[in-house]
């Protein structure tokens, strides 16, 4: 009897969705970092998962604190099972801490810019790794997540020539945020290493950014019991860019799905949305755990 009631078990469905079109100055030496349609963004995103059957989470810019994710995605990994779906959606900008676990090749570790604080890579990867084994999580990321190397800034799709606004923190704002709360960014990373036991050991960028496959990875695939589904916004080499209604990924990522016209499976999907975004911006997918299965599924379906 208990075979046959867990084999009919309803999967269950559960979605956080983070936009923010500001962050607090205080937390950033100043900065505010103003974008325009990252809220737009994670409505857009949450309205899916709604007509998908997910029950949904939503932070808009002052609620995107690193408490309320962090509490959202604990929540979330205790409900969830073997067979279930978590949508994590972040729309933001993205930015940089120095390393000091000496795991990152380029001596930085990537990071989401929540409201009062960063999101190191680090702890997310370990976040998603307290979901259950079978558990499937799918990560849309539109933000970036570039080095400090100054770049110029892409043109918009939208308006070949105006000069749209980045999701890449200013480095020089990266840099005075690390130098005003250096204690509080050592010591997560310290703590994260510790909890985990992974210090000096796999790089753990493949959560937030946007790789390409490569052996330092296989380690951490290893580790990861749930099934994770990366789209990421851009290359870790580019800039995704903020627009009026949607930032350019999450506009494409809504053109493909066409109000859930959309048919074929998550390498598809991916496919078609690199498609419609310039050379300047493309999107990568990367996966973590055991995917085959969740791959060829339909995106967001529960």
């Avoid at 349609?37 to 998908?52: R, V, W």
């Avoid at 000096?200 to 990875?217: G, K």
């Avoid at 078609?272 to 379906?301: C, D, H, I």
Wanted: proline share 4%; charged share 20%; hydrophobic share 40%.
């Amino acid at each position: 009897m208990a075979k046959a009631a867990s084999a009919t078990r309803k999967s269950k469905a559960l979605s956080l969705h983070i936009g923010l079109n500001a962050v607090s100055p205080a937390a950033y030496g100043g900065w505010s970092g103003e974008l325009a349609a990252c809220e737009f963004d994670a409505k857009d995103m949450a309205a899916i998962a709604k007509s998908q059957g997910m029950r949904s989470t939503v932070l808009m810019t002052k609620q995107g604190t690193r408490a309320n994710m962090l509490a959202a995605m604990r929540k979330a990994a205790k409900q969830l099972k073997k067979g279930d779906l978590f949508f994590l959606t972040y729309s933001g900008h993205g930015g940089q801490v120095p390393d000091v676990t000496g795991e990152e090749i380029d001596k930085q570790d990537e990071t989401w810019c929540l409201y009062d604080g960063q999101l190191i890579d680090d702890e997310l990867y370990f976040e998603l790794s307290r979901f259950s084994a079978g558990v499937r999580i799918l990560v849309f990321s539109d933000s970036c997540h570039s080095g400090t190397v100054t770049r110029a800034r892409p043109r918009t799709p939208a308006d070949p020539g105006a000069i749209g606004r980045s999701k890449m923190m200013p480095p020089a704002v990266a840099l005075r945020t690390y130098r005003e709360h250096q204690q509080f960014y050592d010591r997560l990373q310290r703590d994260v290493a510790k909890v985990a036991g992974k210090a000096a050991t796999a790089d753990p960028d493949s959560v937030l950014a946007q790789l390409a496959v490569s052996p330092r990875l296989t380690a951490i695939a290893k580790k990861f019991n749930p099934s994770v589904i990366l789209i990421s916004g851009c290359q870790d080499n580019q800039t995704s860019m903020d627009g009026e209604q949607n930032g350019a990924f999450t506009e494409q990522v809504l053109n493909v799905w066409n109000h859930g016209q959309y048919r074929g499976n998550y390498a598809k999907f991916h496919a078609a949305v690199k498609a419609g975004l310039p050379a300047s911006q493309s999107p990568n997918l990367f996966t973590l755990g055991a995917v085959a299965r969740f791959l060829r599924q339909q995106p967001f379906s529960v």
